[in-house]
C-alpha cells in the first residue's frame, strides 16, 4: 500500500476551484470527510454537485480541471495526482448521474457488475468473481436470473441497482454516488441504504452523495452540505440544522440536478 493512502480521511479539499473549459464551475470548497462518516451534497441544477463528484471521484468530466486550491482522495493530490490516480480510483466507486440509464449496452449484468476487476486483471478466478456477482445482486435484491441478461430487458429501477452493484463490486474505501436513489421505490431503496451503512460500519466506507431528496441525510445518517453557483452556502448535521452562511438563505424551491 502507497504511502499516501490515507485511511483515516477520505476526502479533504481546501479552498478547491474547479473550471470546465475556462468557466469557473467551482469556486472556493473546503470541506473534509473523514473514513466510516457519509456527506450528502444538494443545492439546485447548475451549482457544481456533479463537476464535484467526478472530480472527487477521480473520473473529472471533459474539460474540468482544478485551478485553485486542491482536494486529496485518500491522500493522494487531485491537482497532481500521477501515477496514483490508479489507486485512488481502485479505492473510490463511483455511481456517475445517469449511471443506470447509461450501462453498456453490449455487456450482460454479469459482465458489468465484474468489469471494475476483469478490466485490472484479466486472470482473475471465474467462480470467485461469479459468487461476488451473485452476492451483490443478492444484497441489491435482484433475482440471480438477472446475471446473464442485458440492460435493456431491466426496468430502470432494476438497473440502477445493477450500476450501485457494480460501484460496490471493488469494496471501496469511498462512495462517490451522484442521484443515488434514481428509479428507486421505497422498498428498494431500503436495500441500497443498508448496503452503504453496512459498509461504512464494518468496512469504514466514507459515502459522498449528492441528492437533493430530503430523506437521504437521515437515511444515511450523513451531513448535509448545500452548494449554489460553485460556493458553499449551508452546512449541518441534518436539513434541519443547517448553518447559512450571509446571504445563503434558505431555498426552498432546489430541483435535482
Same mark, same amino acid.
Given at each position: 500500500?502507497?504511502?499516501?493512502?490515507?485511511?483515516?480521511?477520505?476526502?479533504?479539499?481546501?479552498?478547491?476551484?474547479?473550471?470546465?473549459?475556462?468557466?469557473? #464551475?467551482?469556486?472556493?470548497?473546503?470541506?473534509?470527510?473523514?473514513?466510516?462518516?457519509?456527506?450528502? #451534497?444538494?443545492?439546485?441544477?447548475?451549482?457544481?454537485k456533479t463537476s464535484l463528484a467526478s472530480l472527487l471521484a477521480g473520473r473529472p468530466?471533459?474539460?474540468?480541471?482544478?485551478?485553485?486550491?486542491?482536494?486529496?482522495?485518500?491522500?493522494?493530490?487531485?491537482?497532481?495526482?500521477?501515477?496514483?490516480?490508479?489507486?485512488?480510483?481502485?479505492?473510490?466507486?463511483?455511481?456517475?448521474?445517469?449511471?443506470?440509464?447509461?450501462?453498456?449496452?453490449?455487456?450482460?449484468?454479469?459482465?458489468?457488475?465484474?468489469?471494475?476487476?476483469?478490466?485490472?486483471?484479466?486472470?482473475?478466478?471465474?467462480?470467485?468473481?461469479?459468487?461476488?456477482?451473485?452476492?451483490?445482486?443478492?444484497?441489491?435484491?435482484?433475482?440471480?436470473?438477472?446475471?446473464?441478461?442485458?440492460?435493456?430487458?431491466?426496468?430502470?429501477?432494476?438497473?440502477?441497482?445493477?450500476?450501485?452493484?457494480?460501484?460496490?463490486?471493488?469494496?471501496?474505501?469511498?462512495?462517490?454516488?451522484?442521484?443515488?436513489?434514481?428509479?428507486?421505490?421505497?422498498?428498494?431503496?431500503?436495500?441500497?441504504?443498508?448496503?452503504? #451503512?453496512?459498509?461504512?460500519?464494518?468496512?469504514?466506507?466514507?459515502?459522498?452523495?449528492?441528492?437533493?431528496?430530503?430523506?437521504?441525510?437521515?437515511?444515511?445518517?450523513?451531513?448535509?452540505?448545500?452548494?449554489?453557483?460553485?460556493?458553499?452556502?449551508?452546512?449541518?448535521?441534518?436539513?434541519?440544522?443547517?448553518?447559512?452562511?450571509?446571504?445563503?438563505?434558505?431555498?426552498?424551491?432546489?430541483?435535482?440536478?
Amino acid at each position: 500500500m502507497p504511502r499516501s493512502l490515507d485511511t483515516a480521511v477520505a476526502i479533504r479539499a481546501d479552498d478547491l476551484s474547479l473550471a470546465r473549459n475556462g468557466v469557473r #464551475v467551482i469556486d472556493g470548497v473546503t470541506l473534509t470527510l473523514a473514513a466510516a462518516r457519509s456527506l450528502v #451534497v444538494m443545492g439546485p441544477t447548475g451549482s457544481g454537485k456533479t463537476s464535484l463528484a467526478s472530480l472527487l471521484a477521480g473520473r473529472p468530466d471533459e474539460g474540468l480541471a482544478v485551478v485553485g486550491g486542491d482536494a486529496r482522495v485518500h491522500g493522494i493530490s487531485a491537482r497532481h495526482p500521477g501515477r496514483a490516480v490508479r489507486e485512488w480510483t481502485f479505492h473510490t466507486g463511483y455511481l456517475p448521474q445517469g449511471a443506470g440509464a447509461n450501462l453498456p449496452a453490449r455487456l450482460t449484468v454479469s459482465e458489468v457488475i465484474s468489469e471494475p476487476i476483469t478490466a485490472r486483471d484479466r486472470r482473475v478466478n471465474a467462480r470467485a468473481l461469479a459468487v461476488r456477482v451473485a452476492t451483490l445482486l443478492d444484497e441489491m435484491e435482484l433475482p440471480l436470473g438477472t446475471a446473464p441478461k442485458y440492460p435493456y430487458e431491466l426496468s430502470a429501477g432494476m438497473r440502477q441497482r445493477v450500476a450501485v452493484a457494480r460501484s460496490l463490486v471493488l469494496e471501496p474505501r469511498l462512495l462517490v454516488a451522484d442521484d443515488l436513489y434514481a428509479n428507486l421505490d421505497v422498498e428498494v431503496r431500503a436495500a441500497v441504504r443498508t448496503a452503504i #451503512v453496512r459498509r461504512r460500519e464494518e468496512r469504514g466506507m466514507a459515502a459522498f452523495v449528492v441528492t437533493n431528496d430530503a430523506d437521504a441525510p437521515r437515511d444515511l445518517e450523513a451531513d448535509v452540505l448545500v452548494l449554489r453557483g460553485g460556493h458553499v452556502v449551508a452546512f449541518g448535521p441534518s436539513t434541519e440544522e443547517l448553518q447559512w452562511t450571509p446571504g445563503g438563505a434558505p431555498d426552498r424551491r432546489i430541483s435535482a440536478g
